[in-house]
């Protein structure tokens, strides 16, 4: 999926198990709230059309492709990765052994319209969750792979 972005952080011996994105669903229901918005206006004056193209395509470029490339997260066999970001981009990196809960949300609207929900993970020395990643399709299915993971990293 995103090799490129992996190269850069992963040791000689590390190799990447699991890799996700924001759910599909949380997209396609954005690009289509954009359309709604932006569809009255294009039956307006030449001002208006523009204006009503200008959202639908802000929409279709945030909701289709950005969220998608600036929300990366991947378990390798020794840590979880999380690069979040485009033209600034922000990396977190949580080694499996600091990991101390991992808690999954899904709030009800989020998982009757788009399937989706959270995975917070919580490291050792703080009383808040460090990373929380959203709108996840199958979160549940996403911690499970966690554990996994987790899980035989610790037989090796």
Sequence with gaps: MNQKIWKKVLTSNEEVKYEFSIGKRYQVLG????????LP???FPPFATAF????????L???????KIAN????????VLIHKGWINTVLISID????????V???????ILTKTGYLSIDTAGT??????LAHLESPYEIKKKLDEIREQSKTI
């Design 31 to 38: 690009v289509i709230v954009g359309f709604l918005i932006g």
């Design 41 to 43: 206006f294009l039956f």
């Design 52 to 59: 009503g193209v200008l959202i639908i395509l802000s929409f």
């Design 61 to 67: 470029f945030y909701f289709g492709w950005y969220l």
């Design 72 to 79: 990366v997260y991947a378990f390798t066999n020794k840590r």
């Design 96 to 103: 499996y052994d600091k990991i101390t809960d991992i808690k």
């Design 105 to 111: 949300v899904e709030p009800f609207l989020d998982r």
């Design 127 to 132: 009383s808040t969750e460090e990373v929380v």
